[in-house]
């Protein structure tokens, strides 16, 4: 029987050209435009439009994992602990492959603009291995997850509304969220250290442009809340990186009693080494390799950066923070979720 697909829901609208054409000048990966997404404007490139029914509608099933986030908010520390408690704690296979081949992200290759895939076929084309990086880099996301043998291993920072309706009812999902200054800040250098995205020279300018939601994924109290609201779901394990901060082993444990997982207080401790910022930082498997190797990182930073709780401040000007706590006060005053980093007095 074939399966019917359900017609996407939620309007796409184009971004004002005007508006685009500024934030191109910034968000230099782009070269088409952008788009919103249904009623909470969800952001992100032109190409969304051609696979927005594609996510939707994507097959999960019941022993997938995914990990949802909104970007930079501790999705690769979380997956690598995922991956290591559901594989028996193979620290050699984890060491020597790298990350996206295990966990593959679904909404990668909507990031990509086809005249920068076509850049990165020609740049890379004399070479196998690069090319083959290349290839599965740009393989839609949904053709990327139907050629992984389950269980199935899946990073998607899509919300959850853009995602399968049926997705918490037949697959496990791991959300981790992270205070949106950090966040901010952590998204700034990432995008400016990867060609795909680009960003601009003045952080202020780029904070100007995040909160008020013109960034891809954005805006992210909405999609942090629609996770949050399902919270209490058997097959929904949210969390927080400044939880992961403060209490690693105990996050370790959370995470494999939600994966049914037994685990004793040695391999414990051993996760927790493997996924020591230094440790994770040195580890090439984790940190974006892939991308290096096809030359589409800017810099020599690695994608693992600082891993710090509150490093927003050495950005924020007095403006800016004030700016930042009323954003926080606008957006959480319909909703129950309590950042551990500001609690619920500070609303104005
Ligand atoms: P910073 O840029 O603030 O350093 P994601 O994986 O969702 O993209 O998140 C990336 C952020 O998580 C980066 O934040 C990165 O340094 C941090 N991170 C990754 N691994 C970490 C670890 N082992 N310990 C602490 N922070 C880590």
């Not at 439009?49 to 994992?65: H, Q, S």
């Not at 895939?117 to 393989?139: R, S, T, Y």
């Not at 892939?290 to 401040?313: E, H, M, P, Y």
């Not at 009323?326 to 319909?334: A, G, M, P, Q, T």
Request: hydrophobic share 40%; charged share 25%.
């Amino acid at each position: 029987m074939v399966k019917q697909r359900k017609e996407f829901p939620h309007k796409i609208e184009d971004v004002d050209s005007k508006l685009a054409e500024e934030l191109m000048k910034h968000y230099t990966g782009e070269l088409t435009g952008f788009v919103r997404v249904g009623p909470k404007g969800y952001f992100f490139p032109h190409k969304y439009k051609e696979c927005a029914a594609d996510f939707y509608n994507m097959l999960v099933k019941p022993d997938d994992i995914f990990i949802n986030t909104f970007p930079r908010s501790g999705t690769t520390w979380t997956q690598e602990m995922i991956w290591l408690l559901q594989n028996n704690l193979d620290f050699e296979k984890a060491k020597n492959t790298p990350l996206a081949l295990r966990y593959p992200f679904l909404d990668f290759s909507m990031l990509v603009h086809p005249e920068l895939e076509k850049q990165m076929f020609e740049e890379n084309k004399q070479d196998e291995e690069k090319l083959n990086i290349v290839k599965i880099a740009n393989m839609p996301g949904v053709e990327k997850v139907e050629n992984v043998p389950s269980p199935r291993f899946i990073k998607s920072h899509l919300p959850l509304s853009l995602l399968p309706p049926t997705l918490l009812d037949k697959a496990k999902v791991v959300y981790v969220a992270r205070d949106p200054r950090d966040v901010v800040v952590s998204v700034y250098h990432f995008c400016k250290m990867h060609k795909i995205h680009g960003a601009p020279d003045n952080f202020k300018t780029f904070w100007n442009y995040f909160r008020k939601g013109l960034h891809y994924y954005a805006p992210i109290f909405e999609h942090v809340k629609e996770a949050w609201n399902e919270r209490n779901h058997p097959n929904m394990l949210f969390i927080f990186y400044e939880e992961l901060q403060e209490n690693l082993p105990a996050v370790v444990r959370k995470v494999a009693s939600f994966l049914g997982k037994k685990v004793t207080n040695e391999q414990v401790q051993q996760i927790c080494d493997h996924l020591s910022f230094n440790n994770f930082k040195n580890n090439k498997a984790v940190n974006h390799s892939l991308l290096k190797k096809i030359n589409f990182v800017n810099t020599d930073q690695t994608f693992i950066r600082k891993g710090k709780v509150g490093s927003w401040r050495e950005y924020f000007d007095e403006e800016m923070e004030l700016q930042a706590d009323e954003w926080f006060s606008i957006n959480l005053r319909d909703s129950d979720l309590v950042y551990p980093t500001f609690p619920t007095k500070c609303i104005l």
